[in-house]
């Protein structure tokens, strides 16, 4: 089973001078380029058009998709690295980390992936966008 990991980095996530905590895209790419999950892609994007649910992440499978809003912390970025280790390896059968529960809402926007945008210091210096 393949799934994606669609991480929004646009014109609020992770804009701090929005308000927005920290994407850690950096580190998010550095993860995959080092250990990449098998069958689990990481895309960068622009924004989903949910600005208001704050640091959003989509999670596709062939069951469907989860947004989750409202990231904040490193280890919650962490636990979304840990769940695709897991899923790549068939160690989980959920769709999303279980942990991150609470952070799921409902979209019905189709995602539309974009270019992304560069917010943190360490984003803009270490050149991640793809
Ligand atoms: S910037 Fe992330 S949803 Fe708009």
Request: hydrophobic share 35%; aromatic share 6%; charged share 20%.
């Amino acid at each position: 089973m393949d799934a994606s990991v669609i991480v929004c980095s646009g014109c609020c996530c992770g804009n701090l001078g929005k308000g927005y905590d920290e994407v850690p895209v950096y580190d998010l790419k550095s993860a995959w380029e080092k250990n990449a999950p098998t069958n689990v892609e990481l895309t960068i994007s622009g924004c989903l058009g949910v600005c208001g649910m704050r640091n959003v992440v989509v999670l596709q499978t062939e069951i469907g998709e989860t947004w989750l809003g409202g990231l904040s912390t490193r280890e919650e970025y962490d636990l979304i690295v840990e769940w695709a280790h897991k899923f790549s390896s068939g160690q989980v059968e959920t769709t999303f980390p279980e942990e991150l529960e609470s952070l799921i809402f409902e979209s019905l926007r189709p995602v539309n992936i974009i270019k992304p945008r560069l917010h943190a210091p360490t984003q803009i210096s270490q050149g991640v966008a793809n």
